[in-house]
């Protein structure tokens, strides 16, 4: 049984849940507790604040865990990074307010910021040799210059919309982060090793479909080049023939991103009754 550890409630926990779900890895439907087995393949949630995470992980209470690569970088424990799970996204950036005219990253030297992540800040203080106060506030750390605790701070940005609704400005991006899987860094017994390397290729298959969308069309045998020119970017598009000897069907694997371009673009070279259908999975 290998144990992961995912964030019992917070921005990470659905998403985290959901890819569990997409992996094919089912849970009882009763009251949720803070250790979960699942009824369908060898492994168990633990439920944990995400701060704990890194430390779980590290000290074998958790054999793996779902976190933002901010807490673990945060929290110098032990733990390796054992795959990008692509959600989560945000940045840890300095931020100041709107109003400074902002002549770089110097003007911070003698100023104070507040955050919740004091060692990367320092560590990226320390690079550019820039000398100020960090001030640690766990939560609602934006409003601190507004109210005068701080000149600045250093804090998870995603779309933006935070900083601007408190008159800050966001002026260095120092670090990207997402939700990554962890590993500790001592062994894990063969049985563990095992449910581990089947969970991975089971994450990645379902990250492989992410964002893509399987394209099927009928296309008239003169038009087949002018469509296989619009899928050239696609690692070798099916071919099949038709009964009737004019036409054939061509198959495809299309991010979804292009899919309206390229739609119309097939539509307009000849090509016919186009189904498109959600990808579960893209196993390698
Ligand atoms: P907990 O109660 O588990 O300690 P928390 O309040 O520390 O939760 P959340 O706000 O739920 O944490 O964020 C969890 C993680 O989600 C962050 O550490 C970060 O990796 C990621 N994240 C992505 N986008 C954002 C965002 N806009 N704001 C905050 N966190 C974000
Ligand atoms: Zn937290």
């Known amino acids: 049984m290998l144990r992961i550890a995912v964030q019992s409630k917070g921005r990470l926990y659905e998403e985290s849940m959901e890819l569990i779900a997409q992996a094919g890895i089912k849970f009882p439907a009763t009251k949720r507790t803070l250790l979960v087995p699942s009824r369908n393949f060898p492994v168990e949630v633990l439920f944990l604040r995400d701060d704990d995470i890194p430390d779980s992980v590290a000290t074998g209470t958790a054999d793996v865990g779902i976190v933002g690569f901010n807490e673990v970088l945060e929290k110098r424990q032990r733990v390796t990074v054992l795959h990008e799970l692509g959600f989560g996204r945000c940045r840890l950036s300095l931020a100041i307010s709107k109003d400074v005219d902002y002549p770089g990253r110097q003007w911070f030297n003698g100023k104070k910021i507040a955050t919740s992540y004091p060692a990367i800040l320092r560590d990226y203080l320390d690079k550019h040799g820039i000398c100020a106060d960090i001030h640690v506030i766990n939560g609602s750390v934006e409003i601190a210059p507004g109210i005068g605790l701080a000149d600045g701070i250093f804090d998870i940005v995603s779309s933006g919309g935070t900083l601007v609704s408190n008159n800050l400005a966001e002026?260095?991006?120092?670090?990207?982060?997402?939700?990554?899987?962890?590993g500790g860094n001592l062994p894990l017994s063969d049985e563990k090793q095992s449910i581990l390397e089947d969970l991975?290729?089971?994450?990645?298959?379902?990250?492989?479909?992410?964002?893509?969308?399987?394209?099927l069309m009928n296309v008239p045998r003169r038009s087949l080049d002018g469509v296989l020119e619009i899928l050239p970017g696609i690692k070798s598009p099916t071919v099949l023939p038709l009964a009737d000897a004019g036409w054939c069907s061509v198959h495809a694997v299309i991010d979804e991103s292009q899919f309206?371009?390229?739609?119309?673009?097939?539509?307009?070279?000849?090509?016919?009754?186009?189904?498109?259908?959600?990808?579960?999975k893209m196993v390698p």
Not at 171 to 182: N, Y
Not at 200 to 215: E, N, Q
Not at 260 to 280: H, Y
């Open 260 to 280: 309206w371009d390229i739609v119309t673009r097939l539509k307009k070279v000849g090509a016919e009754g186009i189904l498109v259908l959600d990808i579960m």
């Open 200 to 215: 991975i290729f089971r994450f990645k298959s379902v990250m492989a479909a992410d964002g893509k969308k399987y394209l």
């Open 171 to 182: 002026v260095e991006k120092v670090v990207d982060s997402q939700a990554v899987l962890i």
